[in-house]
């Protein structure tokens, strides 16, 4: 699928300790300077799915394979980047290209980070990664008009195209977000070449001290009260301890670990879920002896669709795909017991693959 989430936010929030964390194909350099990460690092990160480990106690396969979702580590922004501050540009252009943001917003006390904001404000800090994603973006849709606005006159879908973007440049000037017009996918068209950072969704991540990870604490409190309008999720953790966790090999001495700080699983667990669901995916499964696997797909994709993430010729030739649904798999424990009860239905190319689908497809070569 090759979808982004794309790890921002001010420098030293813990950006590159949370990265090093959930990616388990790269690791970037966590040092307390600024600018420390200046070429993303992409990292691929297995999505959690207590499902795979249900269907494996019950097919007992040779492998059982996650799917995988892309993490990109951005440096960190600061204030003035849309004008090019600190590398600005370049970092504005690396975000650009992610289909989905996770916003750190420091969240802890300790004098030994480095902190040129001043007091701990998350609040502020958020405005200000909001204020150069808006400017940014401003500077895009204000290029625009002005060549829209001449079709206009003699071109009616040109005017609608010149209504929405002055409805984005009204809302970025009021200091507002794109994503906070719900525009519709017809509307979100007159700005598609733009590829506006603000109008990305959006995940933050509260990082707190170690003492605060389970409670949260003042100043996790106050961002999620103050994104509570935007509908966004919230996160509260320690990247650091989710660091540790996982540098941990053996499985025995991670449980311990977590045991001590009293997590029945890491917190990145629920982050890389919500990243998932974030960027609009659902999963699929094949199962057999020899393999089980999940696989990723976009929400609302049709059977031929679905088929296509294994290879292009499952799509071109598709016949038809046997379904069963995961909790009938679950019951029945087996192919043949479902196919015996009647929960095996054979799906046509309008069928629209449900969420933990579990899938055999038939196609020509």
Sequence with gaps: ??????????PNVGKSTLFNAVSNSAKAQASNYRFCTIEPNVGLVDVPDDRLNKLRDLVIPNRVVPTQLEIVDIAGLVKGASKGEGLGNKFLANI??????????RCFEDENVLREEGIINPMGDKDIIDTELQLKDLDGIER????????????????????????????????????????????KSAIADLNCLTDKRVLYIANVDEASMHSGNKFSEALIEGVKDEGA??????????????????EEDKLMFMEEYGMKEPALNRLIQSAYKLLNLETYFTVGVQEVR?????????????????????EKGFIKAEVISYEDFI??????????????????????????????FRFNV
């Design 1 to 10: 699928m090759a979808l982004q989430a794309g790890i921002v936010g001010l």
């Design 144 to 187: 625009k008009i002005p060549k829209v606005e001449k079709l206009s006159k003699n071109d009616p879908k040109a005017k609608a195209e010149l209504d929405v973007l002055l409805l984005c440049k009204k809302t970025l000037d009021d200091g507002k977000n794109i994503r906070s017009l719900g525009l519709s996918k017809e509307d």
């Design 233 to 250: 999720q919230v996160i509260v953790m320690c990247n650091n301890a989710e660091a540790q966790i996982a540098e941990i090999e053996n």
């Design 96 to 105: 650009r290209e992610v289909d989905a943001i996770i916003h750190v917003i």
């Design 331 to 360: 019951q029945y424990k087996s192919e043949v017991a479902c196919k015996e009860v009647g929960k095996l239905r054979i799906e046509g190319k309008e069928y629209i693959v449900k969420d933990g689908d579990i899938m055999h």
């Design 294 to 314: 999940a696989w990723t797909i976009m929400n609302g994709w049709k059977a031929p669709q679905a088929a296509s993430v294994i290879h292009n010729d499952f």
